[in-house]
């Protein structure tokens, strides 16, 4: 296997100052803290604050190395350049060679966490890259999730009655997948038929289509530029993805002419990441992540106010067709609350007030015909006959490190779509969770 190692690279006067000074720490002491505790010379190329962890790349005696912390400051692990050992290269390359034939090295990295370490490599085969890790001793490593915001894990949930009742079993999935590099931000999945899945990602406006059965992926249409795109359904041969801030891209993936039309839905908040067609009712529905607000935002700053003051209020879901996108009629209100009592009655969990619900995904069950709404924050699935809720199914943090899709197979399996680690060794997954009889 020819090997081509690339460490990171630093592009100084975008992090640095061009005379090479450290960038502020932004208020995060305690981390900095840290990192010159572990490296005292440390030089500070960039500090990224994301959604749920903090990013610290540094160089230390001329090796770069990042350190990512939770939004607490507790380190969750350390990623840094390895130089592998002959013996080691040897070892693996008999795996890649069986799962990865003509795929490149195209990086190795050393990750560190506080009762491990693994290797990362990340291969790479026209233009598509995938992540495999190893242990020390050259042995495939299943990684699992090292974040954990819910006051349940999966050991917790194991052992507890009520999650043992579901009609799901997500402490053991029957199935559960990598998906390519390029997949890493998978935000959206949508069934064809049983064995086909359509899905989009994030931060580009392309749909990919995976085989369930062979575990396969290519590429179906770029639609547009980049964007934030949140979720998507197929019916027929007609795709509809949703982009954030609620405009809708369709277009028929059999004779697709590289143009999609656009329609926006006129929805009272900011940010909307669920899509899902009632086939029986022949209506829409989106879901909102946030709480409904009178007035739009000006500047990320006021967003964010608006978000902190509606954290309690419910969640809403909205119907409409696409020839009514201006007048979407409200569908389910969320009460956040009913959420938290279902979990303390039939979980027995107590800290219930730190759990919030923000809609990430919905999809109805073919058999049951209820609504189940995916929350990526805190992990769970809320789910509803009409307006009351009948069920909370916990997801262990360990398995899914960020759900943002649902669907069903029409014998009423489960498939669930995980997003990984925007830089880091969590990869985008597939989980496929058989229906209990």
């Known amino acids: 296997m020819k090997c081509r190692i690339l460490f990171l690279s630093l592009a100084s006067c975008c992090f640095l100052g061009c005379n090479g000074q450290k960038t502020s720490d932004n208020g995060h002491s305690g981390i900095m803290a840290e990192v010159y505790r572990i490296c005292p010379k440390a030089d500070v190329v960039n500090i990224e604050q994301k959604m749920e962890s903090i990013e610290v790349e540094f160089v230390c005696n001329d090796k770069p190395i990042s350190m990512i912390f939770d939004k607490k400051g507790i380190l969750l692990y350390t990623e840094s350049a390895f130089n592998a050992p002959s013996d080691f290269l040897q070892k693996i390359d008999k795996k890649i060679n069986k799962t990865h034939a003509g795929w490149l090295l195209d990086e190795i990295s050393l990750i560190e966490t506080a009762d491990t370490s693994f290797v990362k490599l990340e291969v790479i085969k026209n233009g598509v890259e995938e992540s495999l890790f190893f242990t020390m001793d050259g042995k495939f490593y299943k990684v699992k999730n090292v974040q954990n915001n819910e006051p349940w894990s999966l050991k917790t949930l194991e052992n507890n009655l009520y999650s043992k009742t579901l009609p799901y079993n997500f402490i053991q999935p029957d199935r559960q997948f990598d998906v390519p590099e390029i997949l890493k ?25 995976i085989d369930l059965n062979n575990e396969t992926m290519s590429t179906v ?98 119907s409409f067709s696409l020839n009514t996108t201006n007048h979407p009629t409200e569908y389910l209100a969320i009460e956040i609350a009913d959420i938290r009592s279902f979990i303390q009655d039939n979980y027995h ?9 923000n809609p990430s995904a919905l999809a109805i069950h073919p058999q ?24 909370v199914m916990l997801l262990p943090p360990e398995l899914f490190y960020k759900p943002e899709g649902i669907e069903f197979l029409s014998n009423g399996d489960m498939v669930i779509c995980s997003e990984g680690m925007k830089k880091g060794y969590v990869q985008g997954q597939i989980t496929v969770l058989k229906m209990k009889n």
């Not at 993805?241 to 002419?257: E, H, K, M």
Request: glycine letters at 6%; a negative charge; proline letters at 1%.
């Open 368 to 391: 049951t015909k209820e609504l189940y709404v995916l929350s990526a924050s805190d992990r769970l699935i809320a789910v509803y006959n009409g307006e009351k809720l009948t069920n």
């Open 185 to 209: 931000e998978i935000s959206g999945i949508s069934l064809v038929n049983d064995s086909l899945l359509f899905c989009v990602q994030d931060e580009l406006g392309a749909v990919f289509q």
């Open 349 to 357: 969990i107590d800290s219930v007030q730190t759990i919030s619900f």
């Open 221 to 318: 249409a770029r639609f547009t530029d980049i964007g934030d795109f949140e979720d998507i359904q197929v019916v027929g041969n007609m795709v509809t993805i949703l982009r954030s801030d609620g405009v809708l891209f369709t277009f028929d993936y059999d004779y697709f002419s590289g143009k999609a039309s656009e329609a926006r839905i006129q929805v009272p908040c900011m940010n909307i990441e669920g899509l899902w067609y009632d086939r029986q009712s022949k209506q829409y529905l989106v879901s909102c992540k946030e709480p409904s607000v009178s007035v739009r935002a000006a500047t990320k700053k006021e967003h964010k106010e608006i978000v902190k003051q509606n954290a309690e209020k419910e969640r809403f879901v909205y």
